[in-house]
């Protein structure tokens, strides 16, 4: 995945986690609406000063905004999936939420 791309879906993350609209975190970044959604899809990328001021207004460290952990193989993916059916095959009420939500996703596709 390109860096731009991979940073852009962070903020974008970030700032849905922080119940912040485009606008109201642009506002808090001095940059337009127009600046962040770009930044947001991968388009373009932020300036120092920007970057300065988008850690401090989504109250994070430069690690958290900028590792990649979030980001998972297929099989990474499978084992973890596995591992929470595993942790919760002893109880139904769990089971049956795990397979609501995947059946519903599978629906979806």
Avoid: W
């Amino acid at each position: 995945m390109d860096v731009k791309k991979s940073f852009g879906e962070k903020v974008k993350r970030l700032r849905k986690k922080r119940n912040l609209t485009q606008e109201q975190l642009a506002e808090m970044i001095d940059i337009s609406p127009r600046n962040l959604s770009k930044i947001e899809v991968g388009e373009c990328f932020v300036k120092a000063e920007t970057l300065e001021r988008l850690l401090t207004a989504l109250n994070v460290s430069t690690e958290e905004l900028f590792a990649n952990n979030h980001i998972k193989t297929n099989s990474e993916l499978l084992e973890d999936i596995n591992f929470y059916i595993n942790t919760a095959k002893d109880d139904n009420k769990m089971l049956e939420k795990i397979y609501k939500i995947l059946r519903d996703l599978v629906e979806d596709i």
